[in-house]
């Protein structure tokens, strides 16, 4: 069961004390920053009532109303509610979903992220935890929402399949691969896959579609740090199945709400809080087929 909490607004998470204490910076629950035309106009009609007449846009794809008086606050709350964007989470709690455009709208997309981080959203937003617990979802190595610095990160991977046989030489890939991984060798293309970390942007750029793909799969990083000494997380296990990525974020959450302590990073006490432990138990609760092979596996 979770702690008792004053539930109050000027307790809530997404209400933020400003300098001047008579203020509050109010910031809203927005899953993978996705708004409705409808909703963002709501939004400024609330900031014109009850702050300046102003919005911030932050870095966790989420909306903050500056300078709300905090004789206004439940005010504020109430109408953010009936605009369906409710108050958002900032403290020792679950906070903003992110997640890059994914496949709705990106080529190089490995998997459907928003999907994801809307699942992640309603299943857990809000839970009052004892560390603040970030979570991103990226679709692809490229990171663009910086998941692997998020105490819980998700990327979309996908392993190339080339055939050789078929390859018309072009060279296209060669030009494209951000790692160096693919090159010409007596006319012929090959694949270093020591260097190759499926992206899967190569499958994706092929002209003649010939480079296919194993299914996308999900790499799951725990213990990234923001902050003053960022820093990228631990390769927790990489799986194919979407439901078996949702059983491991609901087994980690369980284990830093029991394990977690307060005034410290997570990356900054995997070890003391039983990482391995944890990770033993979430290989063990998974189906080996449903496990992509890596060197993380026990």
Not at 18 to 46: F, H, K, N, S, W
Not at 48 to 72: F, K, N, W
Not at 85 to 107: L, M, W
């Amino acid at each position: 069961m979770e702690r008792e909490r004053d539930t109050g607004m000027h307790a809530r998470g997404g209400v933020i004390t400003e300098r001047d204490g008579d203020y509050c910076t109010v910031r809203i629950r927005m899953p993978a920053g996705i708004v409705t035309a409808g909703q963002l106009a709501g939004i400024g009609q609330i900031a014109e009532q009850y702050g300046s007449g102003t919005a911030h846009l932050t870095v966790r794809q989420t909306v903050e109303i500056p300078h709300v008086h905090i004789r206004d606050l439940e005010s504020i709350g109430r109408a953010l509610e009936a605009n369906n964007t409710p108050v958002g989470s900032e403290r020792e709690e679950i906070v903003n979903i992110t997640a890059c455009p994914g496949t709705d709208r990106c080529r190089l997309a490995n998997i459907d992220s928003i999907a994801l981080a809307r699942e992640i959203d309603r299943k857990h937003f809000g839970k009052n935890m004892p560390i603040r617990v970030r979570i991103a979802v990226a679709s692809c190595p490229n990171s663009c929402v910086s998941e692997r610095l998020c105490e819980i990160g998700i990327t979309g991977i996908q392993k190339p399949i080339r055939n050789p046989g078929l390859c018309t030489g072009c060279g296209n890939c060669v030009n494209y691969c951000k790692e160096g991984a693919l090159f010409v060798k007596r006319g012929d293309i090959i694949l270093d896959r020591e260097k190759c970390i499926d992206c899967g942007n190569c499958i994706h750029i092929c002209p003649f579609h010939i480079i296919r793909g194993d299914p996308p799969a999900y790499q799951i990083i725990i213990g990234g740090k923001r902050g003053r000494h960022p820093a990228v997380g631990r390769h927790l296990v990489t799986v194919t199945e979407y439901d078996t990525v949702c059983s491991i974020i609901e087994m980690v959450v369980k284990w830093i709400y029991k394990k977690a302590w307060d005034g410290k990073l997570l990356g900054d006490q995997l070890d003391e809080i039983g990482y391995e432990v944890m990770k033993k138990a979430v290989f063990e609760s998974i189906p080996m087929e449903h496990i992509v092979a890596g060197p993380d596996i026990p």
